[in-house]
């Protein structure tokens, strides 16, 4: 006897947890159509099958209540005990309802040879996701839903949600809610009706709390149903806290007027706190800053290059109205300066002025502004959000190109960039606007020259002094050699030296030495006449990795001093 009753707690255990209460975040109404397509399904239409001859519900007494009861998965409720179809008969009529507050479908007889079909919802287990800036101008409601154990509940048993991740909002959440509909109530020996109201006072309520009290028209015959659906509503976060990645969980446990806890529901997260918009680079600034160009163009004679974005919303609940979206770039934007640009020379930019070097490419959104700062650094571009924040924003930079070796158009700083993203709601959340950092700075790529440039940043010139210049090209290629020079204490810039320049020099030593000095006797420097030191940028249109460039000289006093100044790589 001892073993037996031992062994039937075990089982009781068992059934208990097994068909306990769970937390579920959401539900999806059943669709007539589907349910009956589903039941139809490989079935032959003849009376006595669930749905009769025709097929359909609430049409002619041709369907079959108990075989209904059983196409559905779910139980026959008779509480009148009148007649209905045997096995094998058709002559019942079916009514379609999809059920509010039922977590399981069941077929209850209405009358003589009627029933209705209680199908039950879709339930889901996905937690939301709501948008934190979301939270931080309008509190989140989180609504729950209790799937009610086997056994539901009756009359004066206390039902506690506690919460985990959060807290809630005392000052907004006055009124908590918990409500089952008609379908979640059954009653003894009648149908249930608007009559027999099951209803659910708020007992009391703290920040990771609250508790109701079932109440009942008639505690003797009205009950909870098993596997009703039970709704929370009117529960408000508090937003301190809160951030990217916060889960909030949801469980719940009952007790009857004995003392004893039962149903407890494990917990369940119902939301995720995320940003609400996630960007990423996906096409960065590549362009190769061609030397031969003068640097004032990219290779293969193109002058733009494009900056693409990848833009995701990350919620699929709370969330702000997207209004604009400000995308800030970093870089080196000296060449916006061009005249071609600047068309009046000011040193500011309007976005008139701007629409020549930036384009937008993304989509539906339009500019609404364009600001190029005075550091000429960093570009502040504005769209107005149209249908949604674009998926893939493009800015294409066109930049003024090269001028035939004239020299008038700005060169093109080597340089890296970076890009930011932020989106800024409308006022209809919490009667503000919200910013939602998209992207708070990421690598944009670069601008790189196609050749080498290799700076030498000493050379002395005058009567005693021989100075040696060599360029080695160690690869394969052949490329144009271009020098620019400035003297010492009388040039802050680069000036071309062109009759130094070698077209197509083919791989290996080039003496740079006579060409560079007679190049500066014919700008007015002429190393006989008087001594000056020079510093030599010399571009070279082949891979950076393959030339180096020697520089020293002899020095014709006592002892014939020779100055090494080094072996020079490409420096860019």
Known sequence: MFKRTLLALAVSGVAVSANAAVIKTGSTAAVEADVVKSLTANVKNVAGTALGVDQK?????????????????????????????????????????????????????????????????????????????????????????????LGGYRAEDTITINLAGAKFNLAKTTDPKLSVDRDGIQVVGALAGNADAVTFDLLDISANQVRFTVKTSDPAKVTVRGNALLKLDNLFLDSTGLASDTTVAVSSIAKNTSGTEFDPAAAATVTTLVTQYEAEVTTKLD?????????????????????????????????????????????????????????????????????????????????????????????????????????????????????????????????????????????????????????????????????????????????????????????????????????????????????????DAEPGVENMLNLVTDALKAEGYDPEQKSFKVALEIVTNVPAKDVFIYAGAKVDVDGQDRIHLGTFKSNH
Not at 94 to 116: D, M, N
Not at 133 to 146: C, R
Not at 395 to 400: E, K, L, R
């Open 57 to 149: 519900f609430n049409t002619a007494a041709d369907d079959n209540c108990t075989a209904l009861a059983t196409a559905l998965g779910g139980k026959l409720y008779n509480p009148t005990g009148v007649n209905v179809a045997g096995s094998g008969a058709g002559t019942d009529k079916a009514t379609f309802a999809a059920a509010k507050s039922s977590g399981v479908s069941y077929v209850e007889v209405t009358g003589a040879g009627t029933c209705t079909a209680y199908v039950a919802p879709t339930l889901s287990t996905t937690s939301n996701k709501d948008g934190v800036e979301y939270s931080k101008l309008e509190a989140i409601e989180i609504e729950p839903l209790i799937v009610a154990g």
């Open 287 to 503: 362009a190769k800053i061609d030397v031969g160009a003068d640097r004032q163009q990219f290779e293969g004679s193109r002058k733009d290059d494009t900056l693409t974005l990848k833009v995701e919303e990350k919620t699929n609940n709370k969330r702000l109205v997207p209004a604009e979206a400000t995308y800030t770039i970093k870089g080196d934007f000296s060449w916006m300066s061009d005249d071609s640009i600047d068309l009046n020379k000011d040193g500011k930019w309007t976005k008139a002025e701007l629409d020549n070097a930036v384009k937008y490419l993304g989509g539906d959104d339009t500019i609404k502004s364009l600001a190029l700062n005075a550091d000429q650094n960093t570009l502040t571009a504005t769209t107005t959000v149209v249908n949604g924040v674009d998926k893939t924003p493009s800015w294409q930079f066109v930049v003024p190109g090269f001028d035939d070796g004239k020299l008038q158009n700005p060169m093109i700083a080597v340089q890296s960039f970076s890009a930011a993203l932020t989106v800024t709601s409308d006022k209809s959340v919490g009667g503000k606007t919200g910013d939602m950092v998209a992207l708070s700075s990421a690598d944009a790529g670069e601008w790189t020259l196609n050749g080498s440039v290799v700076v030498v940043p000493y050379m002395p010139f005058g009567k005693i002094t021989q100075p040696i210049l060599r360029h080695t090209n160690a690869g394969t290629r052949s490329g144009d050699i271009t020098v620019r020079y400035m003297v010492e204490d009388e040039h802050n810039a680069w000036q071309p030296l062109s009759a130094a320049n070698i077209a």
